[in-house]
T-cell receptor, first 115, second 112 residues
Framework: NAGVTQTPKFRILKIGQSMTLQCTQD?????MYWYRQDPGMGLKLIYY???????DKGEVPNGYNVSRSTTEDFPLRLELAAPSQTSVYFCASSYRDGQGIGGYTFGSGTRLTVV | DAKTTQPNSMESNEEEPVHLPCNHS???????IHWYRQLPSQGPEYVIHGLTSNVNNRMASLAIAEDRKSSTLILHRATLRDAAVYYC?????????????FGQGTILTVHP
């Protein structure tokens, strides 16, 4: 019963580098999300997807891109990394946008540092 | 956006009930009330959610005020594993997909 799996757990990037944060879920959830959490703060929504092939911007999408080619996978792409993107990134999935049984299921996070 | 207000910290003894309060006086009619908890270096973990009626599940109970301006998460018998930061969150209904309004969270300490 894996739930939501994120890789890598930690990463250090240099300014201007790019990387992809991987996220996969095995619960057949249609809805998937990417959030960032800065120290002492709540989660800010970066992008979300309501199904394979459908994605849309959240509250803080600048500097990021996503794709959703399958129900299971929802990778987050960082282009031209900047220090402001230093954060902890969480992927989540849900049935019925969090209103179904179990609410949102979160991964364990990726801690990203841009230097 | 509607806001939530929680006490910064609370303490409990093991095997005693814990009542974690949350104020959300500007909640809208379509906002759901969610509770999550988070341990250091981990993702948030779902606890419970509701709209208008009180809710129970295997982890906790959620008591929602009749006017919906406040709610209380009830852990019936605290264990050491319940020590975490508890977030009261409003989830807008409709097409606000994934948009969660966090409170500052309550750090729950459980004493053996």
């Amino acid at each position: 019963n894996a739930g939501v799996t994120q890789t890598p757990k930690f990463r250090i990037l240099k300014i201007g580098q790019s990387m992809t944060l991987q996220c996969t879920q095995d619960m057949n959830h249609n809805y998937m999300y990417w959030y960032r959490q800065d120290p002492g703060m709540g989660l800010k929504l970066i992008y979300y997807s309501v199904g394979a092939g459908i994605t849309d911007k959240g509250e803080v999408p600048n500097g990021y891109n996503v794709s959703r080619s399958t129900t299971e996978d929802f990778p987050l792409r960082l282009e031209l990394a900047a220090p402001s993107q230093t954060s902890v990134y969480f992927c989540a999935s849900s049935y019925r946008d969090g209103q179904g049984i179990g609410g949102y299921t979160f991964g364990s996070g990726t801690r990203l540092t841009v230097v | 956006d509607a806001k939530t207000t929680q006490p910064n910290s609370m303490e409990s003894n093991e095997e005693e009930p814990v009542h974690l309060p949350c104020n959300h006086s500007t909640i809208s009619g379509t906002d759901y009330i969610h509770w999550y908890r988070q341990l250091p270096s981990q993702g948030p973990e779902y606890v419970i959610h509701g709209l208008t009626s009180n809710v129970n599940n295997r982890m906790a109970s959620l008591a929602i005020a009749e006017d919906r301006k406040s709610s209380t998460l009830i852990l019936h018998r605290a264990t050491l594993r319940d020590a975490a930061v508890y977030y009261c969150i409003l989830k807008a209904g409709g097409t606000s997909y994934g948009k969660l309004t966090f409170g500052q969270g309550t750090i729950l300490t459980v004493h053996p």
